[in-house]
């Protein structure tokens, strides 16, 4: 089975090798679990925003039809100071689309929440506020939790994690923003049997 993942840095794993990625870890751990999902195609790079993402994704087209789909975006939109309205719609199309890709089956797409970059020491480096962080990404994370459950779509959500223990020297890449490897390991860990229960229905 075909795997796709859509995203930013967080999915192409900025500062980690390849296996260390979070989409590369979910679907190796699927694997181990009886699941023959395939490595993913990874449409992802560092910095893109919800429309920089859907832009990409035309210049690729045709995509084609994937058994499996999944979506984190949004974390550059709360950076660069975009409003949650514009979020929710360019958020809500791709969520449309990721669910088309999965030749409409919405039980076939996993969304995972923005995880919180305020408490890394990049964000304390720079002076920003952790709290207007955390406020601005849980009004993101709650419009596109609410969106999934308006489609179907499971939710993972792996910002707790990424608060708990985003400041943690072997949880960051060099970069001290992004995460590492390890951090990478928990976020997969806590997809998984959410993802498993997507591929119980043939």
Do not use: K
Request: aromatic share 8%; glycine share 8%; with cysteine.
């Amino acid at each position: 089975m075909d795997y796709l993942a859509l995203g930013d840095s967080y999915t192409i794993g900025e500062g980690v090798a390849a296996d260390g990625r979070w989409p590369m870890r979910l679907a190796n751990s699927l694997r181990e679990h009886g699941i023959e999902l395939a490595a993913p195609r990874i449409i992802a790079t560092t910095g893109w925003t919800t429309d920089e993402l859907a832009s990409a994704m035309d210049v690729e087209e045709p995509l084609g039809r994937w058994d499996f789909v999944s979506l984190l975006i949004g974390v550059n939109n709360q950076y660069r100071g975009r409003s949650a309205g514009d979020y929710r719609c360019e958020f809500h199309e791709l969520l449309r689309r990721a669910i088309r890709l999965a030749g409409d089956r919405s039980d076939r797409v996993l969304v995972l929440s923005i995880p919180d970059w305020g408490v890394t020491p990049f964000a304390t480096a720079q002076g920003r506020d952790a709290a207007q962080i955390a406020a601005e990404l849980d009004a993101y994370n709650a419009i596109a939790a609410e969106l999934c459950v308006q489609h179907g779509v499971a939710f993972v959500d792996i910002t707790a994690t990424s608060r708990e223990r985003g400041g943690e020297t072997e949880m960051l890449a060099d970069d001290g923003l992004h995460p590492s490897a390890a951090m990478y390991a928990l976020w997969a860990e806590r997809a998984l049997p959410i993802a498993r229960t997507l591929f119980d229905n043939p």
